[in-house]
Nanobody
Framework: VQLVESGGGLVQAGGSLRLSCAAS????????VGWFRQAPGTEREFVAG????????YYSDSAKGRFTLSRDKAKNTAYLQMNSLKPEDTAVYYC????????????????????WGQGTQVTVSS
């Protein structure tokens, strides 16, 4: 499965962006999906994830209340709606997918995911 992110860019603090993660195969619709981000000099960190069944959606503390993960199965695409953006949200954002992933413990681990996109840059100016 190939994943392609888009939707990143430069936005002022308080603004919004919607990231997209388009998959090459319909099997993606039955996979767990995670969004991660990596700022320069830091480790890649979990932002949001949804289990393969869709029964659970989880967010990091920094994302909770501001970001929303959703998916459109007709388009084989997952989204990350980001509102009230802050300068500290500046990072490269990656989507990832895996055939498994049924718990929060699995979703938050970068080692859990088999497929990764190339990333999209999000820059939030103050």
């Amino acid at each position: 499965v190939q994943l392609v992110e888009s939707g990143g860019g430069l936005v002022q603090a308080g603004g919004s962006l919607r990231l997209s993660c388009a998959a090459s195969e319909r099997t993606f619709n039955g996979y767990a999906v995670g969004w991660f981000r990596q700022a320069p000099g830091t480790e890649r960190e979990f932002v949001a994830g949804i289990t393969w069944s869709g029964s659970g959606t989880y967010y990091s503390d920094s994302a909770k209340g501001r970001f929303t993960l959703s998916r459109d199965k007709a388009k084989n695409t997952a989204y990350l709606q980001m509102n009230s953006l802050k300068p500290e949200d500046t990072a490269v954002y990656y989507c990832a997918a895996d055939p498994l992933g049924a718990s929060l413990t699995q979703l938050i681990s970068i080692h859990e995911y088999e497929y990764w996109g190339q990333g999209t840059q999000v820059t939030v100016s103050s």
